[in-house]
């Protein structure tokens, strides 16, 4: 709890946790869920059921089920396929369950909600638009940097640090930071007064990142591919980035990350950079309402969400690590006129955004030490380890080793793309971006 007495988000993932009812699906095609009565003495015959169903995380069912009359340790199984929808193709689809209170009680109102779950229908489909003819890019070369532009759009690359400085849409700048790899966190307190990574692991928070090489491409009509190659922990390590742009203006992002053998465990796959700070509307489609890790996301749904950046992340007392959601399929940050900078997934990515830096949020011991950057701080990550705390005070702070990134190949990529959308229009926007 807050000291406000708001619940935290630990708050939801142990109620899921100890939840008295808990369901399974057993078999998808069927539509059969498994229902698990966890109570002691107390049977389900007086929750109220429902079932919601998600076409691309937009709610399209909600209905009531029969009663479910199952005594205490106890289960069945269920049939929801009458409810089910004929799914689309191109479509990913979702089902939750919801077991609320049919009647008050002295200790919460009806319709309190006693357990939930949440069944994945069908795997998240990879759109690709092939085949498309793009608008001519042109590029211009300088000193310091590449400088692509096309129709309303002007994307700069610097030749120092092979990163994306500077995009342009439409006259208004969109990168404040540059895009460059990042492979740490700010410290959590189970961090830096338990298990202390930023010593277990400090190659990976002072990795000396270095580009070798940044090389153009233009031989595809209507898009540009440009590849910086770094090395880093003194060689220890490569790294590629590839940046793919289109005549339309979107900037495909791919990663590779390859460690040698023998380094330690990687803090964080991904990448950061700052954009404007009037984009401080968030609407994503993953995991919600509340921040969530790997270690700590059993008791957030994925769904369609939208928060302002103040109630996006979580306001500790301590200044650390927050508002991390996972499982990402897409997130638009965008100002009061819904002009944005949305991000789109090739696979699920690891989120969050602050108005501070990391630095300043690692520097701080408390929150007035926290200053406004002037731009939004944008994680977009792959994966970041699990936040632990079976302790806060020694080693055994540490996430659970299946939690942890150890040092192997990794790869993920991602699309940018400036654009104006209102909120129930980004879905059908996200399926016309991959390329």
């Known amino acids: 709890m807050a000291a406000d007495g708001r619940p935290k988000a630990a708050m939801y993932e142990c109620k899921r946790v100890y939840q008295p009812v808990e369901c399974e699906m057993v078999d998808v095609s069927g539509g059969l869920i498994k229902v698990i009565n966890r109570h002691v003495v107390k049977s389900l015959d007086d929750y109220a059921v429902k079932i919601i169903i998600r076409e691309d995380g937009r709610i399209i069912l909600s209905s009531e089920l029969p009663r479910i009359h199952l005594a205490a340790g106890k289960d069945t199984i269920i049939n929801i396929a009458t409810y089910l929808p ?128 940044i090389v153009t491409d233009q031989s595809h009509n209507g898009i540009v591919e440009i590849r910086s190659n770094y090395t880093l922990i003194g060689g220890k390590a490569g790294l590629q980035v590839i940046y793919t742009l289109n005549g339309d203006g979107v900037l495909k992002v791919e990663y590779s990350l390859n460690p040698s053998a023998g380094l330690p465990n990687i803090p964080k796959v991904g990448m950061q950079c700052g954009i404007l700070r009037a984009y401080d509307n968030i609407t994503w489609y993953g995991r919600g309402l509340h921040e969530n890790y790997i270690d700590r996301r059993y008791g957030f749904d ?51 955004a602050w108005p501070y830096t990391e630095e300043n949020i690692n520097e701080s011991r408390h929150t007035n030490e926290l200053k406004d950057a002037g731009f939004i701080t944008l994680n977009i990550d792959l994966i970041q380890m699990g936040v632990g705390g079976n302790d806060s005070w020694s ?41």
Request: glycine share 4%.
């Open 86 to 213: 004929e799914m689309k193709g191109d479509c990913e689809y979702l089902a939750d369950i919801h077991f609320t209170l049919s009647h008050a009680e002295p200790w919460a109102e009806g319709g309190h909600e006693i357990a939930s779950n949440q069944f994945a229908l069908t795997t998240v489909p990879r759109i690709i638009n092939k085949h498309k003819e793009y608008s001519a890019i042109s590029m211009e070369e300088i000193d310091t940097s590449y400088i692509f532009r096309g129709e309303h759009f002007q994307v700069t690359i610097n030749k120092t640090n092979g990163a994306l400085s500077s995009y342009m849409w439409k006259n208004t700048e969109q990168i404040y930071n540059p895009l460059l790899p990042g492979f740490t966190r700010p410290l959590t307190d189970n961090d830096r007064r338990g298990w202390k990574p930023h010593i277990k692991m400090e190659e990976w928070y002072k990795p000396g990142l270095k580009l070798q090489t």
């Open 302 to 352: 994925a769904g369609i969400y939208s928060q302002p950046l103040h109630e996006f992340m979580e306001q500790y007392v301590m200044p650390q690590e927050n508002g991390n959601r996972t499982d990402v399929r897409w997130m638009f940050l965008s100002d009061n006129k819904d002009e944005g900078l949305l991000v789109v997934a090739d696979s699920m990515l690891s989120m969050s």
């Open 395 to 435: 080693v055994v702070a540490q996430p659970l080793e299946k939690y942890q990134l150890p040092a192997k190949t990794y790869h993920y990529s991602f699309y940018l793309l400036p654009c104006k959308s209102k909120k129930d229009e980004i879905n059908a926007l996200v399926k016309e971006v991959r390329f």
